[in-house]
Nanobody, 124 residues
Framework: QVQLVESGGGSVQAGGSLRLPCAAS????????MGWFRQAPGKEREFVAV????????YYADSAKGRFFVSKDNVKNTAFLQMDSLKSEDTAVYYC?????????????????WGQGTQVTVSS
């Protein structure tokens, strides 16, 4: 079992930045891809970004490209989502998730473990 706890959410003005840590416990995340998803009110959950098990390969949603940066620190057993140039449409609950698979990482069903989420609110 992997327990995931996100933090770092909050309220920020448009154009600002936030960094979301996702602390893992129970198992090392060395062999897990760490993904980020978000869900805005009244909308379906959507993929944001993922870093593969190797810590090098990354994929981003079009909405995140050039503004968000995903990473993981195997020593700290923590994944991170750095979000810059935030927009009001980024307002959502952000979830981190862990997957043993290297395939279909843009799909939520691929992930075995999920955090409880952290709220990000961007005001314009």
């Amino acid at each position: 079992q992997v327990q995931l706890v996100e933090s770092g959410g909050g309220s920020v003005q448009a154009g600002g930045s936030l960094r979301l840590p996702c602390a893992a416990s129970g198992r090392t995340i060395n062999n897990y891809a760490m993904g980020w998803f978000r869900q805005a009110p009244g909308k379906e959950r959507e993929f944001v970004a993922v870093v593969a098990w190797n810590g090098v390969t990354t994929y981003y949603a079009d909405s995140a490209k050039g503004r968000f940066f995903v990473s993981k620190d195997n020593v700290k057993n923590t994944a991170f989502l750095q979000m810059d140039s935030l927009k009001s449409e980024d307002t959502a609950v952000y979830y981190c998730a862990a997957a043993q698979s290297s395939l279909r990482l843009r799909i939520g069903e691929t992930y075995e473990y999920w955090g409880q989420g952290t709220q990000v609110t961007v005001s314009s």
